[in-house]
């Protein structure tokens, strides 16, 4: 089993630049990805970003160029620098581990953005 521990988010104003942190911990595996999904009242979960255990990231195109995913692999910790937020960026964000086939999820991070 993995556990991941959240932090982050909140409310914050447009154009605010929180940062979003996630500590895995437990039976982890050393190669994996982690990183980060959100989903908005009504809307399906969707990819925000994800990054490797060797270093590859992938963005949603909604995110590119205001958001930056980074690793601590000592860690086990996943962060997600957020910048220039915007009122559609409103959602529940939630933590996620791959590894041999298998997923986790954190129980998410509200982040509301006010206009």
């Known amino acids: 089993q993995v556990q991941l521990v959240e932090s982050g988010g909140g409310l914050v104003q447009a154009g605010g630049s929180p940062r979003l942190s996630c500590a895995a911990s437990g039976s982890l595996f050393s190669i994996n990805s982690m990183g980060w999904y959100r989903q908005a009242p009504g809307k399906q979960r969707e990819l925000v970003a994800v990054?490797?255990?060797?270093?590859?990231?992938n963005y949603a195109d909604s995110v590119k160029g205001r958001f930056t995913i980074s690793r601590d692999n000592a860690r086990n910790t996943v962060y997600l620098q957020m910048n220039t937020l915007k009122p559609e960026d409103t959602a529940v964000y939630y933590c996620?581990?791959?590894?041999?086939?298998?997923?986790?999820w954190g129980q998410g991070t509200q982040v509301t953005v006010s206009s």
């Open positions: 996620n581990y791959r590894g041999q086939g298998l997923a986790y």
């Open positions: 990054m490797t255990s060797g270093g590859i990231t």
